[in-house]
């Protein structure tokens, strides 16, 4: 039983592409998150959401857009994709105000070429 | 904005040897985490530290924060091959965290790659 998964794990894409990532948690969890792992291992939040609000919002392009269609779910579409988004994209969930604790997923990397 | 610095980037031991990963905060520390991650793999969250001068172990593993020093070590003892990963630790900038309350603000260091060789 996967407690957090995301979808696809690997990504391949040119530049200008629209693509999503899923993410989907089954762990009853309120709050869930996007992360971003550059390639020198930085680990930034970009988004959270608790249920199904968007609570952070940090600096990120508005290429970058979530959606969360129930508490379990947190999708991630990016719009015209370019080079500086390659990175490894991390969904996590927890319970509210316990962000520490949260549970991720393995990760999806996304590779803009 | 805080910035946790870690040191060092990368550590080979032998099976058995002792280890230290210190995590150096820009800022005063509300709350210090640890975290492994396997190669292809999340975070998986070891432990919490709050206080000054709290220590905490699991397993092998044993992390201390020091307040006054904006610092927190992580220690290994007797490391084994299932050791080996990345070691990250990650703060939270909302503020305080009593209780263990974590906003979701959280920094990260840029982890430490531990190899245990058998």
């Known amino acids: 039983d996967t407690a957090v998964s995301q979808t696809p794990k690997y990504l391949v894409t040119q530049m200008g592409n629209d693509k999503s990532i899923k993410c989907e948690q089954n762990l009853g969890h309120d709050t869930m998150y996007w992360y971003k792992q550059d390639s020198k291992k930085f680990l930034k939040i970009m988004f959270s959401?608790?249920?199904?609000?968007?609570?952070i919002n940090e600096t990120v392009p508005n290429r970058f857009s979530p959606k969360s269609p129930d508490k379990a779910h947190l999708n991630l579409h990016i719009n015209s994709l370019e080079l500086g988004d390659s990175a490894v994209y991390f969904c996590a969930s927890s319970h509210y105000r316990r962000a520490a604790e949260a549970f991720f997923g393995q990760g999806t990397r996304l590779t803009v070429v | 904005s805080q910035e946790l610095e870690q040191s060092p980037q990368s550590l080979i031991v032998q099976e058995g040897k002792n280890l230290t990963i210190n995590c150096t905060s820009s800022k005063t520390l509300y709350g210090l985490y640890w975290y492994k991650q396997k190669y292809g793999e999340g975070l998986i969250f070891l432990m919490m530290l709050q206080k000054g001068g709290e220590e905490k172990s699991h397993e092998k593993i044993t992390a201390k924060l020091d307040e006054k020093k904006q610092q927190s070590s992580l220690h290994i003892t007797a490391s084994q091959p299932s050791h080996a990963g990345i070691y990250l630790c990650g703060a939270d900038t909302g503020g305080p965290s009593a209780g263990g309350t974590s906003y979701g603000k959280l920094t990260f260091g840029q982890g430490t790659i531990l190899t245990v060789h058998p």
């Open positions: 959401y608790n249920n199904k609000e968007l609570i």
